[in-house]
C-alpha cells in the first residue's frame, strides 16, 4: 500500500523541509494542501516555486495529490471561505482552477475539494445549483489540464456523505473525471455503514484516500488508535476494492509534533497492512 502524509499537518515547517522528513520517515508521498506558507497560489513567482516543489517531489520520489482545504486562503476573517455555495463563490472557483494547474505541473494523482456549508440565507435549492455549476467549470478545466478530481464528502457541508456525492455525481452527468476522496475517519463519524462497506460501495470511484481514527457522530481527527475504527478490515477493503492511490494521514491539527505524530502514524499503518495481509491468508484457508 502506498501511504502518504498531509502537509496540513506539518503547517509550522517549510514546505520542502516537511517534504524531507516525511520522505526520510518512508512515506510514498504527500497530499499538499494550497496555502500561504506551502505554495501559494496566489504569490508572486508561483511557476518557479511549483517548479521548484516538482523537482524536489521527484527527488525524494514522493508521489502527490493536491488538496484546497486551507482555512484563511481566501478571506482572512471567515474560515474555508469563500465556497462554491457563497454569493462570491468565483472566488473560490479560481481558486480551484489555479488547483489544478498546479496540480498539473506537479504531476499529481488527483486534486481534491468538497462544497463547503450551506449558508443559512441560501435555501438549498439555491445552493445545490450553484454548487453542480462551480463543480462543472472545474471539471472543465480539470479535463482540459487531464487531473482527477476527487470531491470530499464532509460531514456538516452540504456534500458531507456518500449518498451526497452520488446524488452531484449524477447531476453533472456522472463524468468519469469526477471521482470521490473518501476520509475514512468521516466515514465512521456519520456514514451508516461499517467502514469497509463503505470502501466497497464506492469502489469504482476512489481517487483520492484520507485516513484518520475517529469516534461515531463527532469530526474530530484523531491520531490511530485514539478513535473507534479497526483498520485491518479498512487496509483490506481498500485492496479488494483495487485501489492503487495514496492513503495519507489526514491530522491537521497535529502539527506542533508532527514529525513525532507521522513516524507513529507509518508505524502504525504499516502493522495494519501486515495484520490485514494475516487476516486475508486465514480466510483462503
Known amino acids: 500500500m502506498r501511504f502518504g502524509y498531509g502537509t496540513n499537518g506539518f503547517a509550522n515547517h517549510r514546505l520542502p523541509d516537511a517534504l524531507g522528513v516525511i520522505a526520510d520517515l518512508g512515506y510514498s508521498g504527500v497530499a499538499l494542501t494550497l496555502d500561504h506558507s506551502h505554495l501559494d497560489p496566489y504569490a508572486d513567482g508561483l511557476g518557479p516555486r511549483v517548479a521548484e516543489i516538482a523537482d524536489r517531489l521527484r527527488t525524494l520520489d514522493l508521489a ?33 482552477c489555479r488547483a489544478v494547474a498546479i496540480a498539473a505541473d506537479l504531476g499529481a494523482e488527483a ?44 460531514p456538516g457541508m452540504l456534500v458531507e456523505a456518500i449518498a451526497d456525492w452520488r446524488t452531484l455525481h449524477e447531476a453533472l452527468g456522472a463524468p468519469d473525471g469526477f471521482g470521490i476522496t473518501l476520509d475514512i475517519g468521516h466515514c465512521r463519524c456519520n456514514e451508516p455503514a461499517p467502514v469497509p462497506e463503505c470502501v466497497a460501495t464506492v469502489a469504482g470511484h476512489l481517487v483520492n484516500v484520507q485516513i484518520d ?15 473507534e475504527i479497526d483498520f485491518p478490515p479498512v487496509l483490506r477493503a481498500l ?28 508505524e502504525f499503518l504499516r502493522e495494519a497492512e501486515k495484520a490485514s495481509r494475516r487476516d486475508a491468508e486465514g480466510s483462503t484457508r
Open 64 to 96: 502527490v495529490v493536491v488538496e484546497t482545504g486551507a482555512r484563511y486562503l481566501l478571506d482572512p476573517r471567515r474560515k474555508h471561505a469563500p465556497t462554491l455555495l457563497d454569493d462570491d463563490r468565483d472566488v473560490r472557483v479560481d481558486f480551484l
Open 239 to 266: 485492496t479488494d476494492a483495487g485501489y492503487r492511490g495514496l492513503i495519507s494521514v489526514e491530522l491537521p491539527r497535529h502539527c506542533h509534533a508532527a514529525p513525532v505524530v507521522a513516524a507513529r502514524s507509518i
Open 213 to 227: 481514527d475517529m469516534r461515531r457522530g463527532v469530526h474530530e481527527h484523531l491520531e490511530f488508535g485514539e478513535g
Open 111 to 154: 486534486m481534491s475539494f468538497w462544497s463547503g456549508v450551506r449558508p443559512d440565507r441560501i435555501d438549498r435549492a439555491t445552493a445545490w445549483n450553484r454548487l453542480v455549476d462551480g463543480c462543472g467549470r472545474v471539471l472543465d478545466a480539470a479535463r482540459r489540464a487531464g487531473v482527477p478530481l476527487g470531491f470530499e464528502p464532509e
